[in-house]
């Protein structure tokens, strides 16, 4: 392409604007001054150890990270084979079944989390784990839907329906022909699925209950009481673990498989 | 009419690649000249280099006696056909048409005329108010090219414009681009690799390889008296004779046969050429001058012919027959290499 | 495929969607329009004669537009560039503008809190060079939940057009070009209406998530620029005003439901490319 300069010096500024306050939150999780101030006086690592000494932080990571694989998990178990089923043949209202399915990405995460503590919580009474669990999987849900449904539409089918011919029953020709030519869609479709659950606030935050908080809801209160770097010292081993995901994805499936 | 001149034009790609080396070429006033090679001749790139999209590192563009080298290409009003034919998808026929005249502020009557008489003149008329999206592709061609004519280009510059055309509209399309061209009188750049397409189209041929001109001319001075190896295998050239000199119009093969060449050019080493319709088949007693036995290896129908894959002494040879006279293979023949046909390369 | 294997297959999802979504939704939703035996609108009357909910519901609806014209401003240029560079740069530049996106929304607005804050960068920078002399309050304002949101939704708005800017080709512009555009008027004429199914796909996205973003208003706004989403989170959690919040909440989903519907609309209207 032949170059232009103020094109590539606007997009430069917005890459700057889109950087830079990440990368000045790490810089200040080195700092010894206990505000956030710059230059840096010092440094350490003392905001970590800070980090892996709070109860909360760490009750909420172990908390974040099971949700999201449950969700997840749930949110495949039921969304692959209705995916499959949109996909595979002219169903009755097909589109109408897929934006019901798609449905909990049009109603506002702070609305799903107010009418769920209000109908799960208050009404049925449930306990916080499981009342964070349906909350989780709603959020997931769409990923799962819409990735998944956009593998399917690339696979063909003439295979599924030669490995018939062949004898192999339709149970068993889904999960040896069907899945494995659509696995990179469902580990895409985990990734992001995870992500999303795992940086929720707006469903976690009505959700969660005495002593049972997320991560990003622990962090959330954190900072309301304390301003000290702890929360940048979260914050890059959080940023650290999200380059490792986005390495491996961009190894694995390509970074495109994050965009879609 | 314009005229154009290519003064010893050099491109590198990331400064290392040399794409175009030093080339030379010469363009008349209303010329159909083609640029004809195989795929990273360096053709495209010259089209580009006179279209402005990319400056070469060094040399010169003339149009007429203008320096255009460095003109950004919006200035420089040339006409463009691409190969994708780049219609505008969210602006009808009429629309399309209408880009290059919106930029050059003209009366609106006036506009709307030329636009009508170019839609008259590529047949379009009655599509006038259709999006590209429901046109077929011949329709698209005359789209692209009276979007380019319009304007009233100083050049009208085509690249590869009939490759996405199947067989039989390429032919119609064909013909109707020579004639628009000869009837505008406008100076034309036509890049192809179909050397059909490009005999036929041309009043001369540039035939590119490896970033530089290898032989320009006539189509029927290409097609009968190629200049290098590379030309001639290109345009269907497939018997190549090791030959030395002997004397005025007489070369010898490295197995001792004695050809006589009548356009000789007077080197000492070189290769002798002929396409294989060219050889004839004689009668086995025929051992008059050029004349060579052969053995048949492989016999290949082709329609309204047979080709016959010979091993000889002087090499494999390819010889197109179509006189129905079948030899089988295994079996001895020949055949003669007339002087007439045979080129020095 | 049979019927009944098909029905087996979307069962769950439906009645697991229907029992947590649909259920929970119609249990806070309906007695908001339901009182006494008989549909009312008043409760929604009420709100939108109530100056304090209206200049919330108008600056929620502010911040989302402004935001998403600025989105536009930066993301279109930006955009484009990243579907010109070569494959290699591409992927990494995606990369770049995915990485906050995947990034805890807390933790891109404690970023802005420390840039902005009375002992911010901001004001450090400005103090240092003599500019002012008391450090200027930034946070805790509309400017600053602005561009928190800004700052949350332009890598969406980006990744979205990159994904329709990369599909036209290169020709259009050159086309454009040879015709006698210059490079800026071509992309004005060309690229940009080209984009447009993009650039209506992205503005919903940022339009509604600005709509409803929770985070980055409660971090960056304070109790004094309260959105829809705070005013939610405030009548049920501080003030147990259950209806109160419900009726929020409902204003909400329609208000974003009336935009993307509104916005698709102009974009089926925009977009005459004709059918086959």
Known sequence: MRK??????????????????????????????????????????????????TKSFLSGFQLSFML????????????????????????????????????????????????????IVLKMKLPVMQGLLIGHFLVVLPYVIRVVGSALEQFDF?????????????????????LPNISSGIVAAFMLAFINSF?????????????????????????????????????????????????????????????? | MSKVTLNDINVSYDGKTQILKGLNLEIGEGELVSLLGPSGCGKTTTLRVIAGFIIPSSGQLLVDTEEMTKVPVHKRNFGLVFQSYALFPHLSVYENVAFGLKLRKMDKNEMDRKIKEILEVCDLT????????????????????????????????????????????????????????????????????????????????????????????????????????????????????????????????????????????????????????????????????????????????????????????????????????????????RIMLPSTKIVLV | MKKQSTILLIAPITILLVVVLILPLLAVLLPTVWEGGAVTLSRYLSFFQDPYYIKIFVRTLRIALICTLVCMILGIPTAYFISRVSKKWRG??????????????????????????????VNQILTALHVVDQPLSMLYTEFSVLIGTIYLFLPLMIITLVGVMENIDNDMMEA????GASRL?????????????????????????????????????????????????????????WTGASVVALVMIVTTLIVMKGLNFVADRLDKRGEN
């Open chain 1, 158 to 178: 003439s295979i599924e329906e030669m490995a018939w011919t062949l004898g192999c029953g339709k149970v068993k020709a889904f999960f040896k022909v069907v």
């Open chain 2, 126 to 333: 009655e599509y006038a108010q259709r999006f590209p999206k429901q046109l077929s592709g011949g329709q698209r061609q005359r789209v692209a090219l009276a979007r380019a004519l319009v304007i009233e280009p100083r050049l009208l510059l085509l690249d590869e414009p009939l490759s996405n055309l199947d067989a039989k509209l390429r032919l119609n399309m064909r013909v109707e681009i020579k004639r628009l061209q000869k009837k505008l009188g406008i100076t034309t750049v036509f890049v192809t690799h179909d050397q059909e397409e490009c005999f036929s189209i041309s009043d001369k041929v540039a035939v590119m390889n490896g970033g530089v001109i290898e032989q320009f001319g006539t189509p029927e001075e290409i097609y009968s008296r190629p200049k290098t190896e590379f030309v001639a295998r290109f345009i269907g050239f497939e018997n190549f004779i090791k030959l030395r000199r002997k004397a005025a119009q007489t070369y010898v093969a490295e197995d001792g046969s004695v050809f006589a060449v009548e356009k000789d050019g007077g080197q000492e080493e070189c290769l002798g050429t002929i396409r294989p319709d060219d050889i004839q088949i004689v009668s086995s007693n025929d051992t008059g001058s050029n004349t060579i036995l052969a053995k048949v290896e492989v016999r290949t129908y082709l329609g309204k012919s047979y080709q016959y894959e010979l091993s000889t002494p002087i090499g494999r040879l390819v010889v197109n027959d179509g006189s129905g006279n079948l030899v089988n293979a295994g079996e001895t023949m």
């Open chain 3, 176 to 179: 454009a070009e040879s015709l």
């Open chain 1, 199 to 260: 940086n929720n606030i707006p469903v976690s935050m009505f959700l969660s209950g005495p002593g049972v908080r997320t991560l990003p809801t622990a962090l959330m209160n954190y900072i309301e009481y304390f301003y000290d770097p702890t929360v940048s010292a979260v914050s890059v081993l959080l940023m650290a673990a999200t380059i490792v995901i986005m390495f491996v994805v961009e190894k694995t499936l390509g970074i495109g498989a994050l965009t879609k």
């Open chain 3, 92 to 121: 990494i530049l995606m990369s770049i503008a995915l990485f906050p996106m995947l990034t805890n929304s807390v933790i891109r607005a404690f970023a802005w809190i420390n840039i902005l804050g009375k002992n911010g960068i």
């Open chain 1, 68 to 119: 999201a694989i449950v969700a997840t998990l749930i949110a495949l178990l039921v969304g692959v084979p209705a995916a499959y089923a949109l996909s595979r043949n002219s169903v009755k209202g097909k589109k109408l079944l897929k934006s019901f399915f798609l449905s909990p990405t049009i109603i506002p995460g702070i609305v799903v989390g107010y009418s769920l503590y209000q109908f």
């Open chain 1, 4 to 53: 232009n300069k103020f094109l590539t010096f606007y997009a430069c500024l917005v890459f700057g604007f889109l950087f830079l306050p990440l990368a000045i939150i790490a810089v200040t999780a080195f700092n010894t001054a206990p505000t956030i101030s710059f230059p840096i006086s010092g440094f350490t690592l003392k905001w970590f150890a800070n980090v892996f000494a």
């Open chain 3, 185 to 241: 008027l071509s992309f004005v004429k060309v690229i940009l209406p080209m984009s447009i199914p993009g650039i209506i796909t992205g503005s919903v996205l940022v339009f509604t998530g600005a709509m409803t973003a929770y985070t980055t208003p409660q971090l960056l706004g304070g109790p004094k620029n309260m959105l829809l989403s705070t005013l939610i989170y405030q009548r049920a959690m501080t003030l147990n005003d």
